[in-house]
């Protein structure tokens, strides 16, 4: 492809990713202009459903859900459909009490140790990118932290919270966004997930004869318990 053609093409796409060198610029010209229709189609009817301000919960919201969430509806839809959006309206100025408490400085070490480490390929959170996106992610973790002792900080909280940042551009949604993952959503999920493999197993036992009876995949109770129980979980800082 000619320069000019590739110049069509952003380097950095709308959430701050570089592109890797050996993008293939006609295929995704290709793809996009087919899906453009598609897209624009959707953002249209999102637009229309959002008018009135809040996010209705129906079968067409979770229909369209299912086929995406424009960017630009995205933090919106997130914040009110997952209950972020709730409690930060009933908890005014909590996020950043968080931040004011008392020091934890092996929160804090753990939490810095990972910020370089946070998507290195966007150029937003890199320190030479003004405003630099580590200082927020880290008052997300760190306030997160103080908020739910029980979990702190584990590898891997960092892109969670990273990519939160990125869509809602706002530390406290991300903030409360955090919280209803890791406190309410995953929590209730492996639960349920759980609850599906321990019913096939105990199935399976029944079933089976010798040595095989009984064996298969399980989670302990004692760990999905932990999970479950807020402000209490065995994956500590």
Same mark, same amino acid.
């Given at each position: 492809?000619?320069?000019?053609?590739?110049?069509?093409?952003?380097?950095?796409?709308?959430?701050?990713?570089?592109?890797?060198?050996?993008?293939?610029?006609?295929?995704?010209?290709?793809?996009?202009?087919?899906?453009?229709?598609?897209?624009? $189609?959707?953002? @249209?009817?999102?637009?229309?459903?959002?008018?009135? %301000?809040?996010?209705?919960?129906?079968?067409?919201?979770? $229909?369209?859900?299912?086929? %995406?969430?424009?960017?630009?509806?995205?933090?919106?839809?997130?914040?009110?459909?997952?209950?972020?959006?709730?409690?930060?309206?009933?908890?005014? %100025?909590?996020?950043?009490?968080?931040?004011?408490?008392?020091?934890?400085?092996?929160?804090?070490?753990?939490?810095?140790? =990972?910020?370089?480490?946070?998507?290195?390929?966007?150029?937003?959170?890199?320190?030479?990118?003004?405003?630099?996106?580590?200082?927020?992610?880290?008052?997300?973790?760190?306030? #997160?932290?103080?908020?739910?002792?029980?979990?702190? #900080?584990?590898?891997?909280?960092?892109? !969670?919270?990273?990519?939160? !940042?990125?869509?809602?551009?706002? *530390?406290? *949604?991300?903030?409360?966004?955090?919280?209803?993952?890791?406190?309410? !959503?995953?929590? *209730?999920?492996?639960?349920?997930?759980?609850?599906? @493999?321990? +019913?096939?197993?105990?199935?399976?036992?029944?079933?089976?004869? +010798?040595?095989?009876?009984?064996?298969?995949?399980?989670?302990?109770?004692?760990?999905?318990?932990?999970?479950?129980? =807020?402000?209490?979980?065995?994956?500590?800082?």
């Amino acid at each position: 492809m000619e320069p000019a053609e590739r110049s069509r093409v952003p380097r950095i796409d709308p959430y701050g990713f570089e592109r890797p060198e050996d993008f293939d610029d006609a295929a995704y010209e290709k793809f996009f202009s087919s899906y453009l229709v598609t897209l624009t $189609r959707r953002a @249209i009817k999102w637009s229309r459903l959002l008018q009135g %301000g809040s996010v209705p919960r129906s079968r067409t919201v979770k $229909r369209y859900v299912r086929k %995406g969430v424009p960017l630009e509806h995205r933090a919106r839809v997130w914040m009110a459909l997952s209950g972020a959006q709730a409690q930060m309206d009933q908890n005014p %100025g909590y996020y950043h009490r968080l931040l004011q408490g008392d020091r934890n400085p092996r929160l804090e070490d753990a939490i810095r140790t =990972d910020l370089n480490r946070t998507f290195p390929d966007n150029v937003k959170f890199r320190k030479t990118t003004e405003p630099c996106l580590q200082k927020t992610l880290y008052n997300v973790l760190l306030a #997160y932290g103080h908020h739910n002792q029980g979990v702190g #900080y584990c590898q891997g909280m960092n892109f !969670i919270a990273g990519y939160l !940042i990125l869509i809602t551009n706002n *530390e406290e *949604e991300s903030f409360w966004l955090l919280d209803a993952l890791v406190g309410r !959503i995953l929590p *209730e999920n492996i639960f349920r997930t759980w609850k599906l @493999i321990h +019913g096939h197993r105990r199935q399976a036992a029944r079933e089976l004869q +010798g040595p095989a009876a009984g064996t298969g995949v399980s989670v302990p109770v004692s760990c999905v318990a932990r999970l479950c129980t =807020d402000g209490d979980s065995p994956f500590h800082s």
